[in-house]
């Protein structure tokens, strides 16, 4: 039957639309500032010649992102109905399609330079889904209209019973897939009405310049050996830890912070005010509790910010009070001791990181850093309440949840250096990595080959006592496989614990161990 294929391809487009529309609502919800379309987009403009760009704004003018976005589907649906005709022809066929067009998606997504590992989620999952209702529509429409190879046949194809249960089967199908598109497509709406408005308002942001210079990165901080991650963490390779299934959009103009609680007077500041007062920046290395020995859930910024401990001095905090409940405009708290916050440390509302504006996922428009405590008891993203209070009357988002309420950083080391499992080369082997006690510094750094005698490693200045240092050393290994750990001391002597401890409740402990095999 002819009209099968109209069928076909009506299924294709439905399947098409539907995994187009939750990619973007995955991106949506998962990497505000990237989705599959947008990154297809970019991709087009970035290959489109000079001479062609030029015509499209000649032709356009400002619509010609819209009539870019209208090309792009146009192209989409047509390669959907394509897909859709070829797998009912023949299966398999139209999921390769489909398969090809989510290779492309996640190609352009994780080439973009604004991408994040996050991402790349939303391209795979498209497809995925595309390929499942392609498959589920063309077998309904199968049922309903068998395909026929076009000449093998001479008998004419019988015509298809127009209230058979197979087509029932077939038509709710496809509408249930386009309803399901509809839905999608008018939440990611929504959601992305939100976020283009804090998108934009970061986007022509201009950070004031700080009134107190960040420390100068002394010579040598970074050290020249190869595979060691760089000293300051680029923003889209910052780790991302937070219990915020959308990210939080808020617009600046419509943000406020309040300080509430045991405090002579309560107090409220808007972003300009915030921005007017004089900054701070600073270099100051997070780290999140969750992080296991070895692992990568720290990273290290140039923060900007106005300290907290200004703005706790306008309100007063009232005696007997020792914590501040930070609150996030999600409803997220942590309790961090009143003492941090006050104690000189450079401890920030922080505005900006890395010189730009603060990324949406890591707390737009403010947010806290507290120099030497985890993240989970101090770094609050998106932040619009300070509740001084004491930790007898209230408790943070993870306290109940077998998590500390502290959260002191405890020292620790990583080997980067080689990577564990890779072969080395017999001879001198180079070992390099990281050591941190953030607000205590690092003094020392320690090697040893299979629980041999501890040896020193070359320690690099660190830019602060806030902030991660690197270390190297070469040792002499002969063919074999060794056992290397490692082990900083901090700065006020005290060697990081060699007892392992599970991250829960408040930070792992234990050497970092790695398996060198040299040849
Ligand atoms: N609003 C909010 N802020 C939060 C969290 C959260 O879940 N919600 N998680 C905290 C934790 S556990 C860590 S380790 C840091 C991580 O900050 P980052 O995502 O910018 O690296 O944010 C902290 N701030
Ligand atoms: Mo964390």
């Known amino acids: 039957m002819k009209k099968a294929r109209w069928w076909a391809a009506a299924g294709g487009v439905a399947a098409g639309a539907a995994g187009v529309v939750t990619?973007?609502?995955?991106?949506?919800?998962?990497?505000?500032?990237?989705?599959?379309?947008?990154?297809?987009?970019?991709?087009?403009?970035?290959?489109?010649?000079?001479?062609?760009?030029?015509?499209?704004?000649?032709?356009?003018?400002?619509?010609?992102?819209?009539?870019?976005?209208?090309?792009?589907?146009?192209?989409?649906?047509?390669?959907?109905?394509?897909?859709?005709?070829?797998?009912?022809?023949?299966?398999?066929?139209?999921?390769?399609?489909?398969?090809?067009?989510?290779v492309a998606g996640f190609a352009a997504v994780v080439t973009r330079a604004q991408s994040t590992p996050n991402a790349a989620v939303a391209p795979v999952a498209a497809a995925a889904l595309t390929m499942v209702l392609l498959r589920v529509l063309c077998r309904h429409l199968a049922a309903w209209a068998p395909s026929t190879a076009p000449s093998t046949s001479t008998t004419p194809e019988p015509a298809p019973e127009l209230t058979s249960p197979a087509r029932r089967g077939f038509l709710q199908a496809i509408a249930v897939t386009g309803l399901a598109a509809a839905v999608a497509g008018g939440v990611t709406a929504v959601l992305r009405r939100a976020t283009a408005a804090a998108a934009d308002f970061r986007r022509g942001l201009a950070l004031p310049a700080p009134s107190t210079a960040p420390q100068p990165v002394p010579a040598g901080a970074a050290l020249d050996v190869d595979g060691l991650l760089p000293l300051i963490t680029p923003n889209p390779d910052f780790y991302r830890i937070d219990t915020a299934l959308t990210i939080p959009a808020i617009n600046p103009p419509e943000w406020k912070l309040k300080v509430t609680g045991m405090v002579d007077r309560e107090i409220e500041i808007d972003f300009a005010t915030l921005l007017a007062k004089p900054m701070t920046a600073r270099h100051v290395t997070i780290a999140c509790v969750s992080n296991e020995v070895g692992?990568?859930?720290?990273?290290?910024?140039?923060?900007?910010?106005?300290?907290?401990?200004?703005?706790?001095?306008?309100?007063?905090?009232?005696?007997?009070?020792?914590?501040?409940?930070?609150?996030?405009?999600?409803?997220?708290?942590?309790?961090?001791?009143?003492?941090?916050?006050?104690?000189?440390?450079?401890?920030?509302?922080?505005?900006?990181?890395?010189?730009?504006?603060?990324?949406?996922?890591?707390?737009?428009?403010?947010?806290?850093?507290?120099?030497?405590?985890?993240?989970?008891?101090?770094?609050?993203?998106?932040?619009?309440?300070?509740?001084?209070?004491?930790?007898?009357?209230?408790?943070?988002?993870?306290?109940?949840?077998?998590?500390?309420?502290?959260?002191?950083?405890?020292?620790?080391?990583?080997?980067?250096?080689?990577?564990?499992?890779?072969?080395?080369?017999?001879?001198?082997?180079?070992?390099?990595?990281?050591?941190?006690?953030?607000?205590?510094?690092?003094?020392?750094?320690?090697?040893?080959?299979?629980?041999?005698?501890?040896?020193?490693a070359v320690l690099a200045p660190g830019i602060s006592r806030d902030t991660w240092y690197q270390w190297q050393l070469g040792i002499d290994l002969t063919p074999g496989e060794y056992e290397i750990q490692v082990r900083a001391t901090d700065a006020t002597g005290t060697p990081q614990t060699e007892t392992r401890a599970p991250v829960a409740p408040d930070g792992a402990t234990g050497f970092h161990t790695i398996t060198v095999r040299v040849a």
């Open 23 to 102: 990619g973007e609502l995955i991106a949506a919800i998962w990497s505000p500032l990237l989705s599959p379309v947008t990154a297809l987009g970019g991709a087009v403009i970035d290959a489109t010649p000079p001479p062609v760009k030029d015509l499209a704004i000649l032709l356009f003018g400002t619509a010609d992102k819209a009539v870019l976005i209208i090309c792009i589907a146009l192209v989409a649906g047509l390669l959907a109905a394509v897909a859709g005709v070829l797998e009912y022809r023949r299966k398999g066929t139209g999921l390769l399609l489909a398969a090809l067009a989510g």
């Open 295 to 456: 692992g990568g859930l720290i990273g290290n910024a140039l923060w900007l910010g106005w300290p907290v401990r200004e703005l706790l001095a306008m309100a007063g905090p009232k005696a007997g009070a020792d914590m501040v409940l930070s609150r996030s405009s999600d409803g997220w708290t942590a309790s961090t001791p009143l003492e941090a916050l006050t104690d000189g440390r450079d401890a920030l509302l922080a505005v900006g990181m890395n010189g730009e504006p603060l990324p949406l996922e890591h707390g737009f428009p403010v947010r806290m850093v507290v120099p030497g405590l985890y993240g989970f008891v101090s770094a609050t993203k998106w932040l619009v309440e300070l509740k001084v209070t004491r930790f007898a009357d209230d408790i943070a988002y993870w306290t109940p949840r077998g998590w500390s309420d502290h959260g002191p950083i405890k020292t620790q080391s990583r080997i980067d250096v080689p990577r564990a499992g890779r072969t080395a080369k017999a001879g001198t082997v180079q070992f390099g990595g990281v050591a941190w006690a953030q607000h205590r510094g690092i003094e020392r750094v320690e090697l040893r080959v299979n629980r041999g005698p501890w040896q020193r």
